[in-house]
């Protein structure tokens, strides 16, 4: 078991176990990863990336509020990920490989209601 449960998921960007999810390349200069328990998370949601959330975002905040792992595929994904923690007021935006496999999981663990696709 080791982390924190079952494997859900894994890919280069996240690693989603059964009650918690790793963002990798998180922290800006050293890529440390971040830890969220499924505990702390008040709000998930899931949205089509534009220009407007994120789409371009490489890594960091634009706007000092939501912080974005660093992914330099962003472009190329299908959905973001918003998460409002409990315990903090930057919010985190992040991306998957495989949004519709992601989506599911969450959606499983009841912290997405909504598909905004």
Known sequence: MGEAGASLY???LVHI???K???YNYYFPTYRQKALFFSEIGRMEQYRP???NGKYRFHGTGDFKTWFPSDPG???RTAIY???LNSQSTDICFTVVDSEKVGAIFM???LLSD???
């Open 50 to 52: 534009t220009l407007w």
């Open 108 to 110: 499983d663990k009841g």
């Open 10 to 12: 894994k890919d280069r």
């Open 74 to 76: 962003r472009a190329k």
């Open 21 to 23: 999810l790793i963002l």
């Open 17 to 19: 176990f059964e009650h």
């Open 82 to 84: 918003k998460v409002t």
């Open 115 to 117: 598909l905004r696709h």
